[in-house]
């Protein structure tokens, strides 16, 4: 395959000519010109990242990591940002982890696989890397972007929201339905967001007289099967539940799948709120309640901080996202329970 190098030996010129015939840009001869579009054309050359990255000074490629590659809800965050890369001229790429065992050593490798790939930034979203392992990207530091992650290190590259506020809201959309026998299926404790989201939620039910110690709770892996089983599980205990609150929205709609098809209606039997209102949350049957979190607005504005520390564009950039409860058909007012009939 023909290098930028074989193009500048054929067309007896240097990089810098054939680096100005290929942007289009700066000035060259009519002489040079001909020789440089003659031996491009006689060995096929088409510019590889490496020789874009000769003749631009940049690879025009960002790297996006991501814990793991399922379900439909970082599909959706790649497509906003890949959107966004391609509006600018630019490509992505991605590298992910394979299971939650160890997430931090797949993060540190799937981040410097991009790093060492050429790509001029890295977008790291929901990642589990520590202030000290950011210290070993250097230089490199200083063009990364996290998405629903904070580091004091960088507040300035940061774009997440408060989820213990989340978690706080989703409570009260509960309490104020009446709801106070509750149960939580939670994401997994090695989460940051979820372990917040979860105190959030546990403190506004403390603050309200429950006892947060006899909720019912259970851990899983944010998947839909997740959700199924936990629901599965939570009826099998026998505790008396009017409405259940899920880390993430897939967990909600594997819940709702299990109590459709056991005969427990939803809302009138019980109520279902879940969290991060992704895009199949309106969708559901019945369509689900969710905290909002405003990951479209995040992932765009994370973007725009990239391109300006890694290409010198002026964007402006918001970095205060609200949370709020979308309210759809999961969640209703707890019924007020039967007196039992007198005895006649």
Same mark, same amino acid.
């Given at each position: ?7 500048? +030996? ?14 289009? +840009?700066?000035?060259?001869? *009519? ?35 991501? *814990? ?10 790649? +497509?906003?940002?890949?959107?966004? =890369?391609?509006?600018?001229?630019? @490509? ?13 050593? +797949? ?12 790509? $001029? ?6 990642? *589990?890397? /520590?202030?000290?392992?950011?210290? #070993? ?22 774009? /997440? ?7 706080? =809201? ?10 106070? $026998? ?28 429950? $006892? ?36 993430? $929205?897939?967990?909600? =709609? ?5 109590? @459709? ?30 905290? @909002? ?19 010198? @564009? ?29 005895? #006649?």
């Amino acid at each position: 395959m023909a290098t930028i190098k074989d193009v500048a +030996q054929m067309a007896g010129v240097g990089l810098g000519t054939v680096s100005r015939v290929v942007r289009g +840009q700066g000035s060259v001869s *009519p002489d040079k010109l001909e020789r440089v579009r003659k031996a491009i054309d006689a060995l096929g050359y088409r510019p590889s990242h490496a020789a874009r990255s000769l003749l631009y000074g940049t690879s025009r490629m960002v790297g996006v990591y991501i *814990p793991l590659l399922s379900g439909t809800f970082y599909a959706a965050i790649l +497509q906003i940002i890949d959107a966004e =890369l391609r509006a600018a001229g630019l @490509h992505m790429m991605v590298t992910f982890g394979v299971s939650r065992e160890d997430a931090r050593r +797949q993060a540190l490798e799937g981040v410097g696989l991009l790093v060492d790939r050429g790509c $001029d930034g890295v977008i790291a979203i929901t990642c *589990p890397l /520590t202030e000290e392992d950011l210290a #070993t990207l250097g230089p490199k530091r200083e063009r990364l972007v996290a998405l629903n992650q904070h580091f004091d290190g960088m507040p300035g590259q940061c774009f /997440t929201v408060d989820h213990r506020l989340g978690g706080k =809201l989703a409570a009260r959309a509960l309490l104020d339905h009446a709801h106070r $026998d509750i149960a939580v299926i939670g994401g997994p404790a090695s989460a940051p967001d979820n372990v917040e989201r979860i105190d959030g939620f546990l403190r506004e039910l403390a603050a309200a007289g429950i $006892d947060t110690g006899k909720v019912w709770m259970a851990e899983r892996d944010f998947s839909p099967d997740g959700g199924r089983s936990a629901a599965r599980e939570l009826v099998a205990s026998g505790r008396p539940f009017s409405a259940v609150f899920c880390a993430n $929205d897939e967990m909600a =709609l594997g819940a709702l799948s299990f109590f @459709h098809e056991a005969g427990i209606r939803v809302p009138a039997d019980v109520s279902v709120i879940g969290y991060d209102d992704a895009p199949g949350a309106a969708y559901a049957t019945p369509r689900l309640t969710s905290v @909002h979190i405003p990951w479209r607005e995040m992932a765009r504005n994370g973007v725009a901080e990239l391109l300006n520390l890694c290409y010198g @564009h002026a964007r402006p950039v918001t970095r205060t996202f609200p949370v709020s409860v979308s309210l759809r058909s999961t969640l209703g007012h707890r019924a007020p329970k039967k007196r039992p009939r007198k005895a #006649t």
